[in-house]
């Protein structure tokens, strides 16, 4: 008999919907959030549970975790992967552009990670799986915006685990370079991304997004005493 599920934000495409297709094939049942959830129709079930939440709102959030948490019992996990990547010279960027990354990337892992923890820190157990990124390590050029609101998640990630860390919750936080997904379309500048795919090429391209979800499974997949901190992964290509 199941119990408990995994929430999983930003489901509906890249790294979050390769994780998704992941955990379900493995037979977790999940929560699935996003704002685009025509994407994700063909993966309900009795055992996945689809809810339209922006990174933003909390409110909404709380209801789909208690939705959820009716259906299938208490949150084994929460997987904060929803982001924004919207490069840009710091000299000319939008205000708009910033702010919006930091709510969806830093302050959204905030709330995802208040949300679940009363639940995991009550029963003793629980994860929280953060996807950060190597720009949450080392910066990058057009990246000014961006790079802080990783940095933040890997902070904000090693400050929580020593927190929880006694009552039994894992925090994790995984930092992958290049990958092959849709999130580079975000970025308003069209040189700005010439150069980026410019680069990519160079280096033969990003990972497949499922290496991405396969290494959040293997990191969840350890003995409840064993929290593998941190992962960075990338192509070997990659230099920087
Ligand atoms: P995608 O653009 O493919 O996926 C981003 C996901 O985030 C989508 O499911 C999107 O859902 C969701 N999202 C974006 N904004 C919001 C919002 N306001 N509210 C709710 N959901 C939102 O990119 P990736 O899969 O690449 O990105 C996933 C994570 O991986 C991000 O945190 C990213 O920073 C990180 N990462 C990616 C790398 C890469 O090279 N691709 C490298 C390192 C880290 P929807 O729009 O439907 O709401």
Do not use: C
Not at 177 to 203: C, F, M, P, R
Not at 215 to 226: N, R
């Amino acid at each position: 008999m199941k119990t408990g599920f995994i929430a999983i934000t930003g489901a509906t495409s890249g790294i979050g919907h390769a994780t998704a297709q992941t955990f379900i094939q493995k037979g977790y049942r999940v929560l699935l959030l996003g704002r685009r959830i025509d994407r994700l129709a063909s993966l309900a079930s009795d055992d996945v549970l689809i809810r339209q939440v922006a990174a933003t709102d909390r409110v909404a959030l709380d209801a789909a975790l208690a939705d959820a948490t009716e259906a299938f019992g208490p949150v084994e996990a929460i997987i904060n992967n929803a982001g924004r990547m919207l490069l840009g010279q710091i000299e000319t960027q939008g205000a708009e552009e910033w702010e919006e990354m930091f709510d969806v990337n830093a302050l959204g892992v905030l709330h995802g990670m208040q949300a679940v923890l009363p639940s995991m820190v009550e029963r003793k157990t629980g994860t929280i799986i953060n996807i950060s990124s190597i720009a949450g390590k080392k910066t990058f050029a057009d990246h000014a915006a961006y790079v802080g609101t990783k940095f933040a998640v890997h902070s904000m990630s090693e400050n929580v685990r020593g927190e929880v860390a006694s009552h039994g919750v894992r925090v994790m936080t995984i930092a992958p370079g290049v990958v092959e997904t849709e999130l580079l379309g975000h970025t308003t500048s069209d040189a700005i991304k010439d150069g980026y795919n410019e680069w990519k090429q160079s280096i033969e391209g990003g990972l497949d997004p499922q290496i991405v979800a396969d290494t959040v499974l293997f990191a969840f997949e350890q003995p409840q005493h064993v929290n593998i901190r941190e992962i960075v992964l990338a192509p070997t290509k990659q230099v920087d």
